[in-house]
């Protein structure tokens, strides 16, 4: 549904072989988390170079060896990130962060933004459709609900929740 609203978005279906399918995402949101340490902006670049290796590409992004590859590519300092990543540094943060998210927050779904208030606002509050996975059959697609909105509607209500979220 997304590429209805943002064609142009990095994305095709998987296209390498079944074995090459990421078994888990955390090495890549600890990936992420190291680079944090860097910069927000390094940060930000790392995610989208992990999404584009995933969506677009279909590259296994639970190796190292490709998380490595796209930070090299994202001007990361790689000795820094390199003794983070392997020393475990953001291990922890990562874990409590999931662990806060489904245990204390009980976020419903992704995406889900929790503002500093504590109200949270997912995809219906952020313009998205409402997908719904078939868990029975090994979470495959069941139903697509419409987005709220379309085209510049959409990014008004973005826009408003981060209206919300500044003003406190």
Request: proline residues 7%; aromatic residues 8%.
């Amino acid at each position: 549904m997304l590429l209805l609203e943002e064609p142009d978005i990095p994305y095709q279906p998987w296209h390498a072989p079944d074995s090459e399918w990421p078994v888990t995402i955390w090495p890549a949101l600890e990936a992420i988390a190291c680079a944090e340490r860097q910069g927000w902006e390094l940060a930000a670049d790392l995610d989208w170079a992990i999404r584009v290796a995933f969506f677009a590409e279909s590259r296994c992004i639970s190796m190292r060896h490709v998380l490595f590859a796209l930070a090299q590519g994202t001007g990361l300092d790689m000795l820094r990130f390199t003794t983070d990543f392997d020393g475990g540094v953001a291990k922890r943060r990562v874990l409590e962060d999931a662990q806060t998210g489904w245990e204390r927050l009980k976020v419903a779904g992704s995406p889900t933004l929790v503002l500093p208030s504590g109200r949270q606002s997912s995809y219906r509050d952020l313009g998205l459709p409402k997908i719904t996975l078939d868990k029975d059959r090994h979470y495959r697609l069941a139903t697509i609900e419409p987005a709220p909105c379309h085209g510049d509607a959409c990014l008004d209500l973005l826009r408003a929740t981060f209206d919300t979220a500044l003003s406190g």
